[in-house]
């Protein structure tokens, strides 16, 4: 006789909850393998709409870089924004949306606002047979 096994979860199984990112700041940290010499690499910053709003990377000189983000009406990235270890603006992107809210055109800009490169985003939905 065969038997069969299923497998279903238990009552009241969920799934982790997202977290809530308003007015959220996370800090990144590298440690040697004992826990020692705690040094700063990452933080991210968010509104108090839980929109990201800036990322800022170190390095064991200090500050790396530093991104800020801009958003549209329809609660999208806009602009996005990057200045270099001295807080000066190195390029700017600005981003146009598909119908389905995706990107599809990115343009990078010089500190200047000359137009550098556009990137195209293309969304190829793949059989999975």
């Known amino acids: 006789m065969a038997s069969a096994l299923l497998l279903v979860p ?10 809530n990112k308003k007015n959220l700041v996370i800090k990144e940290w590298n440690t040697d393998p004992k826990g020692n010499n705690k040094v700063l690499d990452h933080i991210t910053t968010f ?3 839980g929109r990201k ?14 991104k ?3 958003y549209g009406a329809d609660g999208k990235v806009s602009k996005e924004l990057v200045y270099d270890h001295r807080n000066r603006l190195q ?3 600005k981003f146009e949306f598909n119908e389905f809210g995706r990107k599809k055109i990115q343009y990078t800009y010089n500190a200047k606002g000359k137009l550098i490169s556009i990137k195209q985003y293309e969304y190829i939905a793949q059989d999975g047979n």
Not at 13 to 18: H, I, S
Not at 53 to 66: A, L, M
Request: glycine letters at 6%; proline letters at 3%.
């Open 10 to 19: 238990a009552a009241g199984a969920q799934e982790a909850p997202k977290m």
């Open 47 to 49: 509104n108090a709409d």
């Open 68 to 70: 800020r983000f801009e």
């Open 91 to 93: 390029t700017y992107k």
């Open 53 to 66: 709003t800036e990322e800022i990377e170190y390095n064991s000189d200090g500050q790396k870089w530093r």
